[in-house]
């Protein structure tokens, strides 16, 4: 009997699981579900904010992603029932699975913080990037140089570091009167990294103008303003909440081992029910002191191991262990970049921390090698001034 085998959602995990399941089963019957009928370059979705022509070059369309044999479907994802197995859909009937790979991404988590959701823009999509776009666009419209506009993001880690550098580039490019506030309520941006890292961060985005405000929580985002514990309400023009992750509502009473509706797996993706894997944003994989980071690295790694772990499942084998490898840290600021940590060949690089032009190539090299693998070269090829 041919295993019906559904995969939800379309971001790293996905899109790099699809492609994997079927080199591994060439007789199954393989469904793919996303919201959108594209795989977006989310790590680089930053770059829209400065230049909307940008999506054309990090949407790749899922017909370029999964061969003719697996059956797309474009809808949203509400609910999983375990029992019956069956995804639930909002538009389409249910699907029915015999095995299921969960990779549906996050949400922003607001963590209870009163008005943050009803009056914050986030960055999880390309409509994401292209609202903020406008707002600051429209922003900048009625401001002046006696007056700028003023443009917050809330959490310095990847996301608000590179937003805020891009909000900065299409500043300096349009010499619109912008002020832009970098806010982070620990004590450092980056929090839990490398502090060589963090200061050759800190130094880049205070070279572009971006004001950095650390170590006092936000308590309260109204309309106009956000408010701090101890320091002075800050106003707004544009605010941009970049500061946590949770999952998906569709797996609100999925019925499986979950914390804050991410699903936890052991290292080998399984989760409580055998039949369901899970992997990405959507997962909280089990690596011993700390779990897997939530980052596309960890996601494209993943990726590649829970296809034949699937497909090991299908035909009562072994599965393999999954040991996430950190291959160091590349972020853009703007036009600028850091790479820190970076590993070539599976070898450390001599200079631990570096910037400048080596690390803009390597930024676009990391992006294009994606973009190839899962489509072509020539797409890659395309995209690469702008990535």
């Known amino acids: 009997m041919t295993a019906k085998v559904v995969v939800l959602g379309a971001g790293y995990a996905g899109a790099g699981a699809i492609q994997q399941l079927e080199a591994e089963l060439d007789d199954a019957d393989i469904t793919w579900v996303s919201d959108t009928d594209y795989h977006l370059v989310l790590h ?12 054309d070059k990090i949407t790749l369309p899922v017909h370029e992603v999964k061969s003719p044999n697996t059956r797309f479907v ?8 375990t029992d019956e197995r069956t995804v639930e859909l909002e538009d389409d009937s249910d699907l029915n699975y015999d095995y299921l790979l969960v990779a549906l991404g996050s949400d922003t988590a607001f963590y209870g913080i009163p008005g943050m959701a009803e009056n914050a823009l986030t960055l999880k999509g390309l409509d994401d990037a292209l609202e903020i776009h406008d707002q600051v666009k429209e922003a900048a419209k ?12 809330g959490g310095a880690g990847l996301s608000g570091i590179q937003s805020a550098g891009e909000i900065a580039e299409y500043r300096d490019k349009h010499r ?18 490398d502090p060589e890292l963090q200061g050759t961060v800190k130094k880049h985005l205070l070279e572009k103008d971006i004001n950095i405000l650390t170590d006092d929580p936000i308590t309260e985002a109204t309309e106009e303003e956000i408010q701090f514990d101890e320091g002075e309400a800050l106003d707004y023009d ?18 499986l081992d979950n914390q804050h509706n991410r699903v936890t ?7 409580s029910d055998d039949r369901v894997f899970a992997i990405g944003d959507s997962a909280i994989i089990d690596q011993g002191e700390n779990p897997a980071p939530p ?8 990726a590649e191991v829970v296809g034949e772990n699937i497909a090991r499942e299908i035909r009562g084998q072994p599965l393999k262990t999954w040991t996430f490898n950190d291959k160091g840290t590349v972020i853009s600021i703007g036009d600028d970049a850091v790479a820190h940590n970076v590993k070539a060949g599976g070898m450390d690089l001599p200079i631990s921390t570096f910037s400048s032009v080596p690390a803009e190539v ?14 072509s070269w020539n797409r890659a090829f395309k995209a690469w001034d702008s990535l």
Not at 44 to 54: F, L, M, N, T
Not at 265 to 271: D, L, P, R, V
Not at 295 to 302: G, K, L, P
Request: net charge negative.
């Open 44 to 55: 680089e979705s930053h770059r829209v904010i400065r230049d909307p022509r940008v999506k």
């Open 74 to 81: 474009q809808d949203i994802v509400t609910g999983i029932d």
């Open 142 to 153: 009625t401001a002046s140089r006696n007056d700028p506009a003023k443009v917050v993001i």
């Open 176 to 193: 619109a009167p912008i002020d832009i506030y970098l806010v982070e309520a620990m004590d450092e941006i980056m929090p839990g990294q």
């Open 238 to 255: 544009v605010f941009v909440w970049t500061g946590g992750v949770t999952g998906r509502k569709a797996l609100n009473d999925c019925n």
């Open 265 to 271: 797996t052991e290292a080998n993706f399984q989760t």
């Open 295 to 302: 980052t596309a690295q960890a996601a494209w790694q993943a």
């Open 362 to 375: 390597l930024k676009k090299v990391i992006a294009a090698r994606w973009i190839a693998d899962i489509t």
